[in-house]
């Protein structure tokens, strides 16, 4: 998106460099939110999968978990990209924070009862 932009000059590449010079279009700043948004709670997500795997606690129910978490950051995707609707999306990111608690949970259960 930014390299069409730049090219049909809609926006300036100097922006760029330091992104306090000029302003993005409204369109161009939603999809770059939403970047950025994906290199933050996720991670816990990355980190959770990681760490289940590694001490051997991969269970159906972490497994449906990680599951439901993705299909949920999918929907929170599609709410945030289309209608941009800021309570639904809202309430999407809550549950996918409730399910990642959840996943967190059920490990430290797991690890606290094989210790």
């Given at each position: 998106?930014?390299?069409g932009?730049?090219?049909?000059r809609?926006?300036?590449?100097?922006?760029?460099?330091?992104?306090?010079?000029?302003e993005?279009p409204?369109?161009?700043?939603?999809?770059?939110?939403?970047?950025?948004n994906?290199?933050?709670?996720?991670?816990?997500?990355?980190?959770?999968v990681?760490?289940?795997?590694?001490?051997?606690h991969?269970?159906?129910?972490?497994?449906?978990?990680?599951?439901?978490?993705?299909a949920i950051?999918?929907?929170?995707?599609?709410v945030?990209?289309g209608?941009?609707?800021v309570?639904?999306?809202?309430?999407?990111?809550?549950?996918?924070?409730?399910?990642l608690?959840?996943?967190w949970?059920?490990l430290?259960?797991?690890?606290?009862?094989?210790?």
């Open positions: 998106m930014r390299f932009a730049v090219s049909r809609e926006m300036d590449p100097r922006f760029y460099r330091t992104y306090d010079e000029g993005e409204p369109h161009m700043r939603v999809v770059t939110r939403h970047f950025i994906l290199f933050e709670m996720p991670v816990l997500f990355y980190v959770i990681i760490l289940t795997y590694l001490t051997d991969v269970t159906y129910w972490m497994v449906g978990c990680a599951w439901a978490y993705v950051r999918y929907v929170h995707s599609w945030h990209l209608s941009n609707d309570l639904m999306r809202f309430r999407v990111y809550g549950a996918s924070g409730v399910v608690a959840i996943m949970t059920t430290l259960v797991q690890l606290v009862r094989a210790g």
